[in-house]
């Protein structure tokens, strides 16, 4: 059989190669003969994907893109981060999955089937790649949409696009993988254009036997890899299981809460109240809000609360209204830690009547409720704070519990405000207005990245953290002068060595580091190390021409001389390119 070749790896094709790489390649005469800057590739991209009306039109041409051409895709994206991003993830990334089954063309990753079990290692060996990280998915809770079973895969490649784009991580060292163990999505059993099993998901003990096979099998096959679990129902049984055995984590849980405390740490910096004085009402008890609000515990500890006295800061809402100890119901064993005992009896099923009972300083909305933070809400929180906290994180923005818009007429522009979705800066009394974003790829491209690079055993809590405290120090002066939350996410690859930077520290804190001797690096040192080794795919083309004249040198050497010449066009001019090889 011939060797496999998967069309995501590779940028054999791009016109920006001269004619010396292209013969090395043997793809001269297969592209049009102009060579091409990276300047001219760009603006051909962008006016293409200009000329699409639709957000899923142009995540399937960049779907394209990254499959046919892997060195310009990013070239482009890390050009366009702020404008791009929003196509090749979150929002677009939600439609895509919804219809995955109907917009699939290509392979872009590994798919594992309940019916797989026992056979893992061998399906693996058909990935021809060395992988440094995988983003695995079941599927079973994409973003705010539920259960979408196999169309889930639209979530690991996004989001491994990003640890290149982000981090740097090679293109090639990177896996997207899902796990087919079926669906309860009975719609999508039944619809004949769905890829995945027809059958009702597996239960919890059979998934947790599957998932021990798959992480035995995963790091048997690549020593050291880092497993990033993303979008499971629930999360909390995985990482509990593998967190101190594996190196890995769920970016839902631990990188969701990192961003969102890296943020906050700026935001109650900036309202002007001290860190003991703060009360916290959370719409929305799922696994994503009790990992954001386990790791604020985190930091109020770090200002010197208790635990007891940091958890008790907390005021969690779901369906039923707030979470007590003596509702009456049966509680998810997540929601227990942070269910209030101090209620008295009473039983508040009204997010306004709470936060008149609780006068909290920070509102966050992880409930995928659209517009719960409705103008009441919003006043009200104006009402108790000079600079209230207003943090509304659903995705899709869809699902947003109000907009940046919204915050800021409501409370007169005084909030303090970030998002999970991008919405749009404003003009307001007079200055521009800029909304943060809790966008979890300012943490978890640097908690990859560290955790490769040191080669850790685990991905510890202290690790976490630690990429939500570089975080909060990763503004500029500028951006802290305007009053950012978060940096500009057009800096992101130096904000992933900051965030990488703080991840090895706290890795060798931990001892779980095993290149040791970067303990011996200063910290400029080791934010050159960093760097050293980040993918740049505008050096790619140079790298493999260095390649070419290095074997040219060496033939040249032994025969004496070049066995002859070619021509070839940079931008429409002639250009005399290197010998044939």
């Avoid at 967190?243 to 961003?259: I, L, P």
């Avoid at 303990?519 to 050293?532: H, M, Q, T």
């Avoid at 795919?537 to 001389?561: C, I, K, W, Y």
Wanted: charge should be negative.
């Amino acid at each position: 059989m011939p060797p496999r070749q998967l069309s995501t790896t590779s940028g054999d094709y791009c016109t920006s190669n001269p004619p010396d790489v292209r013969q090395y390649l043997r793809t001269y005469g297969l592209t049009p003969p102009a060579v091409e800057s990276f300047e001219v590739q760009a603006q051909r991209c962008l006016r293409l994907l200009a000329m699409k009306p639709t957000p899923i039109e142009k995540y399937q041409y960049l779907t394209h893109l990254r499959a046919t051409n892997v060195h310009l895709f990013y070239r482009l994206l890390s050009e366009n981060i702020k404008d791009l991003t929003p196509l090749i993830y979150t929002p677009t990334v939600g439609e895509a999955c919804v219809r995955w089954h109907e917009i699939f063309t290509q392979p872009e990753g590994v798919y594992l089937s309940w019916h797989d079990r026992g056979n893992l290692r061998n399906i693996l060996h058909n990935w021809p790649h060395k992988v440094e990280i995988t983003v695995l998915t079941d599927g079973s809770r994409i973003l705010g949409l539920g259960d979408l079973g196999v169309n889930g895969m639209g979530i690991p490649v996004g989001k491994l696009a990003l640890y290149t784009a982000c981090a740097g991580i090679r293109p090639d060292a990177t896996l997207p993988l899902t796990l087919d163990l079926g669906t309860n999505n009975q719609a999508l059993r039944e619809d004949p254009l769905y890829m995945g099993a027809r059958m009702p998901k597996v239960s919890a003990e059979e998934e947790r036997e599957f998932l021990d096979e798959l992480m035995e099998a995963l790091t048997e096959q690549w020593p050291g890899i880092v497993i990033q679990f993303e979008d499971f129902k629930n999360p909390f049984p995985a990482l509990e299981r593998y967190q101190n055995t594996y190196t890995m984590f769920n970016d839902d849980v631990q990188g969701t809460g990192a961003v969102i405390v890296g943020g906050f740490i700026n935001a109650v910096k900036a309202s002007g109240v001290p860190a003991k004085d703060h009360r916290a009402v959370f719409l929305g008890a799922g696994s994503a809000g009790v990992g954001v609000a386990k790791q604020i515990v985190e930091y109020f500890i770090k200002e010197g609360l208790t635990e007891e006295e940091a958890r008790r800061k907390f005021w969690f809402v779901d369906s039923h209204g707030l979470v007590t100890l003596d509702r009456g119901d049966k509680l998810a064993e997540h929601k227990v830690y942070f269910a209030r005992d101090d209620n008295n009896g009473r039983q508040y099923q009204s997010l306004a009547r709470l936060i008149d009972f609780v006068k909290p300083t920070i509102l966050m909305g992880l409930s995928t409720i659209g517009g719960a933070f409705n103008r009441d809400i919003l006043q009200k929180m104006a009402k108790l704070n000079d600079r209230p906290i207003i943090f509304p994180l659903s995705n899709p923005s869809s699902k947003s519990e109000c907009t940046f818009e919204e915050a800021v007429r409501h409370t007169e522009g005084r909030c303090l405000f970030a998002s999970g979705s991008p919405f749009p800066s404003m003009e307001f009394g007079g200055k521009l207005l800029t909304p943060g974003q809790g966008n979890n790829m300012y943490v978890f491209p640097g908690i990859g990245l560290g955790a490769i690079i040191s080669k850790a055993v685990s991905v510890t809590q202290d690790m976490i953290y630690a990429s939500a405290e570089s975080l909060s120090t990763s503004l500029n002066k500028q951006e802290v002068a305007d009053g950012w939350l978060y940096p500009d996410i057009r800096r992101i690859r130096d904000v992933s060595v900051i965030v990488t930077r703080g991840v090895i520290r706290a890795a060798q804190k931990n001892g779980v580091d095993r290149v040791t001797e970067l303990r011996n690096l200063s910290d400029a040192e080791l934010d050159a190390y960093i760097k050293e080794r980040m993918y740049d795919p505008f050096n790619e083309r140079e790298n493999v021409s260095d390649e070419v004249a290095q074997l040219l040198a060496t033939a040249s050497g032994m025969n004496g001389h070049a066995s002859g010449y070619t021509n070839g066009y940079t931008n429409g001019e002639v250009n005399t390119a290197a010998a044939h090889l």
